[in-house]
């Protein structure tokens, strides 16, 4: 199963990077798949400890893909890490075993922590359509336009029903950088 939700790390001198990233669980097992080379990924192998926030706030996924990172933190309670003050629960993990990859290599990693800090309450069509279109500007590089553009089409439909303020503004940050990405093609 993969679980999407933002991953933090955190390098030695407690500078935090957040990511969203798609994180897949397979029994105990928590497996992160950065790609090469990426921020997460170097400070995963230099402190073995992330933190998984399991936030519903959509802006935070479009955020991090739009260079928006400003969202506030807490210390993490078991690790050497940091957590989304807006997340409903957060896992604490720390890395057991590597599988290297040139691209992109598997962490497997244990929980330590779990706390629950807030329940969910669902997601509506609009959280859901920020989230699958934060993955197609995350790969507005590997994928035609024309789908993209179809899909955003699509998405679009559950946005205008059920959007929010939140989910308006965090779509609107994902739709400047498709336009911005169309006036350099």
Not at 10 to 39: C, E, W, Y
Not at 125 to 149: D, F, T
Request: with cysteine; net charge negative.
């Amino acid at each position: 199963m993969i679980q999407e939700l933002i991953v933090s790390t955190q390098n030695k001198a407690g500078v935090t990077h957040l990511a969203p990233m798609g994180i897949h669980l397979n029994g105990d097992d928590i497996i992160i798949l950065p790609f090469r080379p990426s921020t997460t990924l170097n400070n995963l192998l230099e402190t073995n400890t992330a933190v998984l926030n399991y936030c519903d706030d959509v802006r935070v996924f479009a955020g991090c893909l739009t260079g928006r990172r400003d969202f506030a933190l807490m210390p993490a309670e078991k690790i050497h890490g940091a957590v989304l003050a807006c997340t409903l629960a957060h896992t604490e993990v720390e890395l057991v075993r590597i599988e290297d990859d040139e691209l992109r290599p598997k962490l497997f990693c244990k929980a330590v922590h779990t706390v629950n800090h807030a329940p969910f309450m669902g997601f509506n069509r609009a959280q859901y359509a920020v989230l699958e279109a934060a993955i197609l500007i995350s790969r507005l590089k590997m994928l035609p336009l024309e789908k993209i553009e179809s899909e955003i089409d699509y998405l679009r439909i559950g946005l205008e029903k059920t959007a929010g303020d939140k989910e308006r503004e965090a779509w609107g940050w994902l739709m400047a950088v498709i336009d911005e990405h169309k006036a350099q093609l």
